[in-house]
């Protein structure tokens, strides 16, 4: 029966290579422990601030059974929002008119014949404004138009009101960011010091998405509200030594 038999110079290479291996597996537990060493937080920042610019719509109608007349009533209300406005202190380059329109109920296809008034004419004046003061005590002023006559139409999707934006918005992210991240790293310092280890670097980051929110608890931003809430919350992944 054949014996099989290793050199001396042989079996010493296999005996290396199985040390190294295991050598090297070794080191490989020992970085993945290491790399995983890391605390992920969430930082929160918020800052409330004012809406720089107002769109304000005044619409208005009219209606009768003679073309000319509806026409010429709708001219002369739009005649007294523009004087309204300008007396309130704004500018031709802060208003715009919009056409006038006048549909015949009559005219369109498969339209009754039985209706109350036979023209429908309606107008819009818009303010465009960056003095958003301004716009809303405007807006709390219309009784005069009322008792003109003016029949004013000033909802906009179910909501009367001038509506308030913040256009400034990437003026006031970095000041924003900056707050998140001092949060997280100040969550990121306690957690390190509680669990006996050393804050390291910052190894991932994640801006999220800003929102901009009215400021009287709402989740959302209906553009009513001249304050605004500017929220975010970021995520930071750091190592641990």
């Given at each position: 029966m054949a014996t099989a038999r290793i050199g001396f110079l042989p079996a010493a290479l296999i005996a290396a290579a199985v040390a190294f291996a295991g050598w090297s597996v070794g080191q490989g537990v020992e970085r993945f422990r290491m790399a995983d060493r890391t605390v992920t937080v969430k930082g929160l920042a918020e800052m409330d601030v004012k809406s720089d610019f107002a769109v304000w719509t005044l619409g208005f109608r009219r209606g009768g059974d003679q073309f000319a007349e509806v026409q010429k009533g709708l001219s002369e209300d739009r005649q007294l929002v523009l004087d309204f406005l300008r007396e309130q202190g704004f500018t031709d380059e802060e208003i715009e008119v919009r056409p006038l329109q006048v549909q015949d109920l009559l005219a369109r296809e498969w339209a009754s014949r039985d209706v109350a008034l036979r023209f429908n004419g309606q107008g819009q004046v818009l303010v465009k404004s960056e003095r958003v003061d301004a716009v809303g005590k405007a807006a709390n002023a219309i009784d005069p138009l009322i008792l003109a006559g003016v029949q004013l139409d000033t909802e906009v999707n179910g909501f009367a009101g001038p509506r308030y934006q913040l256009r400034?918005?990437?003026?006031?992210?970095?000041?924003?960011?900056?707050?998140?991240?001092?949060?997280?790293?100040?969550?990121?310092?306690?957690?390190?010091?509680?669990?006996?280890?050393?804050?390291?670097?910052?190894?991932?980051?994640?801006?999220?998405?800003i929102r901009v929110i009215d400021d009287d608890g709402s989740d959302m931003d209906s553009g009513r509200t001249v304050g605004k809430r500017l929220r975010v919350v970021s995520t930071f992944e750091y190592t641990l030594d």
């Open positions: 400034g918005f990437n003026e006031l992210k970095p000041q924003l960011l900056e707050a998140a991240t001092s949060n997280a790293r100040e969550q990121a310092t306690r957690f390190a010091d509680d669990a006996g280890a050393t804050l390291g670097r910052l190894k991932n980051a994640n801006q999220g998405v």
